[in-house]
């Protein structure tokens, strides 16, 4: 069934789709470039660092980042610690997760309101397809390999409320039971 681009819309847990199981990305098609730009536009009005596919209802294997510079980050880093531009990942997998866990605050478009400290490895790599159809690499760390993860466990079926330290998980109860509502 074709996706109506135009009109997708940010979806907030406690969705169903944010816990599908994710499908394969065949060819980048017209349709899949409509919907990265929209996502775009939704990230950038919302103000976010990424989006992934089941957080505008579709179940798919990608998803967009654009981790701005500043002081701390920067995307000529060796491994960069920001994104150039907006990247788009289309059927990604992570590996070589290296060095110890490190707690950080992340919140989620999907999850209003609610913000916790995650662990997770400062630095991974990626390989995903980009719209142009060809398959790349990329070593990230700091906010961007951060990024990475969040928006790879939303592929997954995984939310923040899911992995955040069991005291910000307290923190976060009663946001957590207005959204199931
Ligand atoms: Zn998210």
Redesign the pocket.
Known sequence: MAVDADNLLIVHYPDPVLRAKTTVIKSVTAEVRRVVDRMTAIMREEEGI?L?AP?VGLAWKLFICDVPESDERSASDDPPTASPGLQVYINPKLTKPTGPLEPFEEG????PEIRGRVLRPPMVTITAMGLDGETFTQTGAGLLARCWQ??M??LDGI??IDRMLQEDRLKNRTKVKALEK
């Open positions: 990424g992934a957080q989620c478009l999907s999850l969040h928006e466990d939303h939310l923040i």
